[in-house]
Structures are given as C-alpha cells and as structure tokens.
C-alpha cells in the first residue's frame, strides 16, 4: 500500500509559506541575517522568520491575550498550510492523526523567566513553563486543526521531524490511522544560540555545506509539515509517496557522527532497501549538510559507500534556511516533494572547493523541470540518530 502526500506546508528564514519558498529558491535568496529576536553577544548569521509572534498571531487568526511560544506558531502555521492543500476535513471520519517534533520545545518563553528569578528566588513568570514542555506545540497545533484523536511528539535532535514522518507511514501502513500531519517545528531561542556556540560548531560566516572551507554550521528557525495519507482514502493525485525510510542508531558519540559514517550508511541503504530502490535509481540527495567539518566528512564518506563513487545530484539546502534543528527534516521533506513536483534540483549555496577527503562535487546552480523520480533526504542527530527518508513519484497501486 502507498503511504502517500497530499498536502504541505512550511516555514522558515525564506518564506512563510510553500510557494514563497519556491520563489528564494528561483532567486537565489540565503535567509541568513543578524540575530533581531533577542539580545546576545554572539555575532553569528541566523535565519530568522521574518514574522513577529505579534505577527504570526494576526496571520493565524489567534488572540494576542494568549501566551504561544513562537515554536507552536511556527508549528500551527506550517500545519495550517499542510491541511488545507491536502484537501482533507477533519469532519470527514477518517482517522486522523498529528505526530509533530520538535528539540527546543518552547524555551523561547520559559528562559525569559530566569533573569528575574535569578535575581530573586522569590520572583518570576512561573506561567512561562506552561509552554515549556515539547508536547505543548503538539497539543497546541491539534487544538487548533481539531484534532482529537492521536497526536504524539518525537525529539531526537536534528533527525525529530524526519522521524516524525517515519512513525506516521507505519501507522498508516498498519492501519491505525488513514491520515498523519507529521513535521516538525523549532524557534530560535537563547539556549539554543548559546548551546551551540558552547560547541564551538557556529560559523562567523555564512555557512559552506561540503566546502573544504567549512567552519561551522548557521542557526535557523521555522516548520514543516507533510499530510500523508493511505492511498485507499486519497481524491485525488498525490504529491508524491513516502516509499522507504529508515532509522539507525550507531551511537559514537554525544554529538558527534562516526569517521565511517556508519549510522548514515545503515539508514540511507535501508531507506532504499523498504522502497525498492537501487542506488542507480536515486535522482537526488537533499544531504543533511550541516557544515561543520564533522558531520559533512562523515556523511559524505556514507555516500561514496554506498552509491559506490557513482554519486547522483547532491546538496544541502541549509545555507537557504539556516539549520532549523528538530524542524529540518520536516522541511526538507517538504523541499524533496517539491523536487518530484517540479523537477528541482537545489543549489548549494557558497560552495568554492571539494573537500579534499573525497573531492565531491554538490549541485551549484537552481536547476527546475528535470526528470525526478526517486528522492533521497537525510537527517542526522546528535547521539548517532539517523534517519533517511525515500520519496518517490507517485505510481498508483490500486486496481
């Protein structure tokens, strides 16, 4: 049975919806930009949504009295989008579904309460930690769509959203659900900043994902949302399908990935084993491209592994958006189904030398109306989670 793709909707440093993203990606427009939303003293580029919460609020038909954290925003607008492209009414009686993601939770409002307390133990917004908790977006953005039935919430680091996507195809492949919102969502917020720059994995510049030059990573923000839907119940011509995907914990390290790229190599080939898929088969790579000199020598070393130095179309897209954490596999499955759509191949952006461990070259201009049939995005976690996801273009299976 085809888990299939009806509906999708995103956010980030680029555009508050799909088809403003499609615009940047046309002119060649980088999101990154100094950090506006909160004081720091770390000069670094971000990708910040150009949208207040004030903003985000109006856009979404919310009262300004209640507290969001801008994480549920960003989940509740790129939700919002995915649902109502799909087609689908939540009045429909089918079983429908939201497995949403996320790493910072709402932090962007619950650290405002501690300048104030570390002041004065006694003092404080205690009301800050109501939005604290991951699972609050989720239940935030079911609210909102009106969802009812299951809704669960998955942070495992960079790889959440993707995961989230994963989780939702074997429901519907075992028939617990007809229809999943799954993505993810993550703001910008001070731990996040100061986290990574603790690190030591921020670049000064904008970043270089694959370059030999690379130094560092760029903080972004923003959500994505797919709608997935079991082909039984779909009315009309699916975006594409989510055909193979894969899940593999090598655990080398804390943050970072192994030298061999183990972890990588296991979920991408078993992404393409679930689908059906030969490594000649594969039109394009979105690379979950960080980078940092780790994560890209690692997971471009999985990549000769496994496509055998006959490597396809490659590239990170995270030099547009900025690295949005739990909310980027969502995100870049919405930019893989765009791939399929429109016959897109995405640019990575800065690239000037190979890497000398392997001298790959990555996809430098915006290419559209290619002929793409099977699209593989990565994403990569701290702690050795990675997960691959295979989308294909739809081929329908019903008789």
């Known amino acids: 049975m085809n888990v299939c793709i009806t509906g999708i909707g995103c956010i980030s440093g680029i555009g508050n919806d799909v088809e403003a993203h499609l615009q940047a990606f046309r002119q060649g427009k980088s999101g990154l930009g100094k950090v506006t939303l909160f004081p720091t003293n770390h000069h670094v580029p971000v990708s910040e949504v150009k949208l207040s919460n004030e903003g985000l609020k109006e856009r979404l038909g919310l ?163 797919v709608v997935l839907q079991s082909e039984a119940t779909i009315k009309r011509k699916p975006y594409a399908t989510l055909s193979g995907y894969a899940n593999a914990n090598d655990a080398y390290h804390q943050t970072a ?51 055998e130095g006959n490597i396809p179309p490659f590239s990170s897209t995270k030099a547009f958006t900025g690295h949005t954490l739990g909310a980027a596999g969502g995100i870049e499955a919405v930019f893989s189904v765009l791939s399929i759509e429109y016959g897109i191949l995405y640019p990575n952006l800065n690239f000037s030398t190979p890497m000398e461990e392997n001298g790959m070259i990555p996809v430098l201009t915006y290419k559209e109306g290619e002929q793409i049939e099977n699209v593989l995005s990565n994403s990569f976690g701290f702690g050795g989670n990675n997960t691959s996801l295979l989308f294909q273009r739809y081929k329908s299976t019903l008789c």
């Open 257 to 307: 990935s192994s030298a061999e790229g183990t972890g990588a190599f296991l979920a991408m080939k078993a992404a393409l084993c679930r689908a059906g898929v030969s490594p000649s088969q594969v039109d394009y790579i979105n690379g979950h491209g960080t980078g940092t000199p780790n994560n890209d020598a690692s997971e471009s070393t999985a990549i000769n592994r496994l496509f």
């Open 63 to 225: 009262p300004s009295s209640k507290v969001y954290s801008r994480t549920s925003l960003l989940g509740l607008s790129a939700a919002h989008e995915a649902l109502k492209d799909s087609g689908v009414t939540i009045n429909s009686g089918l079983r429908i579904g939201l497995i949403s993601s996320t790493s910072t939770g709402g932090m962007d409002v619950s650290e405002n309460h501690y300048p104030t307390f570390r002041e004065n133990p006694t003092k404080g917004h205690l009301r800050y930690f109501a939005t604290h908790d991951a699972g609050d977006s989720t239940e935030k953005i079911a609210d909102h769509l009106g969802i009812t039935g299951m809704r669960t919430t998955i942070s495992t680091a960079c790889s959440s959203a993707a995961n989230s996507l994963l989780l939702a195809a074997r429901l519907i492949r075992q028939g617990i659900l007809d229809v999943a919102i799954a993505g993810g969502t993550d703001a910008l917020c001070k731990f996040t900043l100061n986290g990574f720059a603790s690190l030591m994995i921020l670049d000064n510049e904008p970043c270089r994902p694959f370059d030999n030059t690379r130094a560092g990573l760029n903080l972004g923000e923003g959500a994505g949302y």
